[in-house]
């Protein structure tokens, strides 16, 4: 019986193709045998810990958070080339600390942000203003201000603003 064995391996190796064929069963095998995940189950100490820090997280995500009152899109809809047009997007801060603006940015020199210079206390709300000079631009247009937010507990957060207008010479 290992005879037969020894020379069906000795037939599937002996062309260059079985050879092929036969190492990528192989490795096929091995990859699966790797990925075997082992289902351990979950001791109710380990549950307990997880569910806690599950609820730590949900806390803090709830510590500070940014809602925008206006649509964070406005159109601004026909203006004239060189108006200069002053945007504000209002926000609350529906968390229980306070909810610091660290970094306004616009894409380009044509767009000033102006953010809010101190913290925005709990259920207070905010604005967020701009300004956008149209000199340089026909057509529709379409841009970005982006907002960095920091809450009490120094955990950072990113939001994309946008507005879009045609401008007519």
Known sequence: MI???RKVFLYICSDKNNRMRYLFFITICAAIFACHTNDKKETPQEKEKREQKDAAAVSDS???TMVWLDPVSLDLGTITKGQIVELSWKFKNTGNKPLTITNVSAGCGCTTPDPPKEPIAPGAEGVIK???????????VTKEVNVQALNGDNKSADY?????????E
């Not at 603003?161 to 007519?168: C, E, R, T, V």
């Open 3 to 5: 005879l037969k064995k």
């Open 130 to 140: 701009a300004k956008f000079n149209s000199e340089n631009f026909s057509g529709s």
């Open 62 to 64: 709830a510590n500070s």
């Open 160 to 168: 994309k603003l946008s507005f879009s207008a045609n401008i007519k």
